[in-house]
């Protein structure tokens, strides 16, 4: 088993108002040349949580951090004109906490980070900030995910 230390959060970078399923997400990562999809997981917006790849193996979403972390995908990103956004459901949320949770649990000490913390600091004073983001992924700040308070349980809204 390789050794992790890293959770990274990503967006599918898709509409809130369209459907992207995994078998969407690994056709377009077939496509761009990589060997499957390059998440471990990914959540979709009912809240299932779909394994893509096996953890034992280093993803392909997070250049130059791959061999150590763990990809977790959430569908969607984009509000319905296309521009960055939370759109998680709390069904999204609720898995998304869990699955933290758990895989914390498996590697403690990991780090967790949103994509977009990743980008260069292109000034060096030691923090990333929005205008040193690459892209905007997830679209929300992913160190904030066990801080939050729990969403409520989807089951009984």
């Known amino acids: 088993m390789r050794k992790i230390d890293l959770l990274v959060i990503h967006c599918s970078a898709t509409r809130a108002d369209r459907c992207y399923t995994e078998?969407?997400?690994?056709t377009d990562h077939l496509c761009r040349g990589f060997s499957g999809a390059g998440y471990h997981f990914y959540i979709r917006k009912n809240g299932d949580i779909k394994s893509l790849r096996p953890v034992e193996k280093p993803g392909a979403h997070a250049k130059g951090y791959n061999a150590s972390s763990i990809g977790i995908?959430?569908?969607?990103?984009?509000?319905?004109?296309?521009?960055?956004?939370?759109?998680?459901?709390?069904?999204?949320?609720?898995?998304?906490?869990?699955l933290v949770m758990l895989l914390l649990k498996d590697y403690?000490?990991?780090r967790l980070v949103g994509h977009r913390d990743l980008s260069p600091d292109l000034n060096h004073n030691g923090e990333i900030e929005?205008?040193?983001?690459?892209?905007?992924?997830?679209c929300f700040d992913a160190s904030t995910i066990l801080q939050e308070p729990p969403?409520?349980?989807p089951s009984f809204i």
Request: hydrophobic letters at 20%.
């Open 23 to 26: 078998f969407d997400l690994t």
């Open 130 to 138: 929005p205008e040193e983001w690459i892209k905007e992924c997830p």
């Open 151 to 153: 969403p409520p349980n």
């Open 108 to 110: 403690p000490g990991s």
């Open 73 to 98: 995908c959430y569908e969607g990103g984009l509000d319905t004109n296309g521009r960055p956004a939370d759109t998680r459901t709390d069904f999204q949320k609720h898995s998304l906490r869990v």
